[in-house]
């Protein structure tokens, strides 16, 4: 009798631990759902305050601005595949998988300065300057001037460093040190350009590079460049001194790549 109660007094106890166990596992179950479902709350309460945040700076910026309305289309849609193709020497397959890297970074379709240097800023040392040297990119590719660089404008600077000839590689870069784009290098702006290079690395050029050093470079290649002595490098001179530097043509050669 003893060891059939001691049996069922056992069973009990064995049954209670399993239903304790159950509720245990019911109740994790549930606080993790919980723990889940604030942890997504909490997400979308951050992604709504970063939004908030933009939409007031953009509505602030709007506010506190002197210049003119710039009138720009809220969606901005490129030219067609095909056309794109024939003005670059990317294929279809190529500009859909630029285009959508293009369209997650700048969802209008079109980029203004400030988001371009953001961008441009997130490919270098922290610490490093990329102001200067983005906006001359920036004013590169955007060959109107227009202070916006539309899909076109990036595929085709793209195009050119990527898949370009040397030759058309140089000249892109001539435009880029032409900064008052007026056909010509004066000696300043090589320094401007120059210095700005330099800035891209932050503090970790092995020895830092004084602005004395950048001057003395300027002034040796500037000299080089200017065949006839005017004070300014021309777009001729540029393309024959290049032309002629067995490492400026392997530097350049670097771009080339599978996109």
Same mark, same amino acid.
């Given at each position: 009798?003893? /060891?059939?109660? %001691?049996?069922? &007094?056992?069973?009990?106890?064995?049954?209670?631990?399993?239903?304790?166990?159950?509720?245990? #596992?019911?109740?994790?179950?549930?606080?993790?759902?919980? %723990? %889940?479902?604030?942890? &997504?709350?909490? =997400?979308?309460? +951050?992604?709504? @305050?970063?939004?908030?945040?933009?939409?007031?700076?953009?509505?602030?910026?709007?506010?506190?601005?002197?210049?003119?309305? $710039?009138?720009?289309?809220?969606?901005?849609?490129?030219?067609?595949?095909?056309?794109?193709?024939? *003005?670059?020497?990317?294929?279809?397959?190529?500009?859909?998988?630029?285009?959508? /890297?293009?369209?997650?970074? !700048?969802?209008?379709?079109?980029?203004?300065?400030?988001?371009?240097?953001?961008?441009?800023?997130?490919?270098?040392?922290? /610490?490093?300057?990329?102001?200067?040297?983005?906006?001359?990119?920036?004013?590169?590719?955007?060959?109107?001037?227009?202070?916006? $660089?539309?899909?076109?404008?990036?595929? *085709?600077? *793209?195009? @050119?460093?990527?898949?370009?000839?040397?030759?058309?590689?140089?000249?892109?870069?001539? %435009?880029?040190?032409?900064?008052?784009?007026?056909?010509?290098?004066?000696?300043?702006?090589?320094?401007? @350009? @120059?210095?700005?290079?330099?800035?891209?690395?932050?503090?970790?050029?092995?020895?830092?590079?004084?602005? /004395? #050093?950048?001057?003395?470079?300027?002034?040796?290649?500037?000299?080089?460049?200017?065949?006839? &002595?005017?004070?300014?490098?021309?777009?001729?001179?540029?393309?024959? +001194?290049? !032309?002629?530097?067995?490492? $400026?043509?392997? =530097?350049? =050669?670097?771009?080339?790549?599978?996109?």
């Amino acid at each position: 009798m003893y /060891g059939m109660v %001691s049996s069922d &007094h056992s069973r009990s106890r064995k049954n209670t631990s399993q239903s304790q166990q159950q509720t245990q #596992a019911q109740c994790q179950q549930h606080d993790s759902r919980r %723990s %889940s479902s604030r942890a &997504h709350n909490r =997400s979308m309460y +951050c992604r709504f @305050v970063n939004f908030m945040k933009q939409a007031w700076t953009g509505v602030k910026f709007a506010l506190d601005s002197d210049l003119e309305e $710039i009138e720009t289309p809220p969606r901005y849609r490129p030219e067609s595949l095909k056309a794109l193709c024939r *003005l670059t020497r990317f294929t279809e397959s190529e500009i859909k998988r630029i285009y959508r /890297g293009f369209k997650a970074e !700048c969802p209008s379709g079109i980029v203004q300065e400030d988001t371009f240097r953001d961008i441009y800023a997130q490919f270098f040392p922290q /610490g490093a300057n990329t102001g200067h040297y983005s906006h001359y990119v920036f004013n590169t590719l955007d060959q109107g001037r227009s202070g916006l $660089i539309s899909f076109e404008d990036f595929v *085709l600077g *793209l195009s @050119v460093l990527s898949r370009g000839t040397p030759e058309e590689k140089l000249r892109w870069t001539f %435009s880029l040190y032409d900064i008052n784009g007026d056909g010509f290098i004066t000696k300043e702006e090589m320094k401007d @350009v @120059v210095t700005a290079i330099f800035e891209l690395m932050g503090n970790c050029t092995e020895p830092l590079i004084e602005e /004395g #050093a950048v001057q003395t470079r300027v002034d040796k290649v500037f000299q080089k460049m200017d065949q006839n &002595h005017d004070g300014l490098v021309s777009l001729d001179e540029f393309l024959d +001194c290049c !032309c002629k530097d067995e490492n $400026i043509i392997k =530097s350049i =050669s670097v771009f080339d790549t599978v996109i």
